[in-house]
């Protein structure tokens, strides 16, 4: 539950801020906010967390906490950890950026850019087949060469856009 002015109840205003930032970020990724507000919380709370303190702490149904700690396992962001209670899963936050950034690669980027090559691959093979309509599947056959160049530009600057953000 939130009062009036959006800050979740049971959050410290310090909180709720660095909540804030990250659902910030993960809008920018086209991610779930839920997401933002799970890896929030834990990035700022000084014990790990159970799925319950998310519901409790961010108001948010114990399905989109449990697959958004599944997502953030996924992509490494998120760790199983030592807690109060032997029979609960609690969670802690990975504060590396290289494997945060390396983590959403892995597990966002990559499969896009694969799964855009096969559509490329159908993409040149519909152009090839254009009888009769020459000026257009020229037209076309340029847009699949950019989408081609822009796809590999992207595998090449990947490994770079790791090392960079990950110093």
């Known amino acids: 539950m939130a009062d009036l002015s959006g800050k979740k109840i049971g959050l410290s205003d310090f ?85 945060l950034v390396g983590g959403f690669i892995k597990e966002q980027v990559r499969p896009h850019l694969a799964s855009g090559e096969d559509k490329l691959s159908v993409l040149r093979g519909m152009v090839k087949s254009m009888e009769g309509e020459e000026e257009l599947a020229d037209f076309y056959r340029q847009r699949v060469e950019r989408l081609g160049r822009w796809s590999s530009r992207a595998r090449m600057v990947l490994p770079v856009l790791q090392k960079l953000l990950g110093k």
Do not use: W
């Open 15 to 99: 909180e709720t801020q660095v909540v804030s930032f990250f659902c910030d970020g993960v809008r920018i990724l086209g991610l779930p906010k839920s997401i933002g507000e799970i890896y929030g919380l834990l990035f700022v709370s000084p014990e790990p967390l159970a799925l319950d303190d998310f519901v409790t702490k961010l108001n948010i149904s114990k399905g989109s906490a449990s697959q958004g700690i599944r997502l953030l396992r996924e992509l490494g962001a998120v760790s199983e950890a030592e807690g109060k209670v032997a029979r609960r899963s609690y969670y802690e936050p990975d504060i590396e950026l290289k494997k």
